[in-house]
């Protein structure tokens, strides 16, 4: 199974962020349907249901950027 998640991401600001963070949230288990909007500041994806927050937090960092929300 899986779930969606729709995330709220501070400092992206151009096309590059967007793909850096897609690809570091593709990097999470069975991630999918990644779609991330520097302009809007949010990102989509769908994920295994197994996947914590610290995860999705860690890849967000990872990537240089903060989660200030995250909705499943």
Known sequence: ???ELTLKIEGMTCGHCEMSLTKELSKL????NVKVDSKTGTATLEVAD???????????????YTLTSLNA
């Open 1 to 3: 199974m899986s779930k």
């Open 50 to 64: 197994d996947v914590q927050s610290d995860d999705v937090e860690s890849a967000v960092a990872e990537a240089g």
């Open 29 to 32: 288990d069975g991630s999918a």
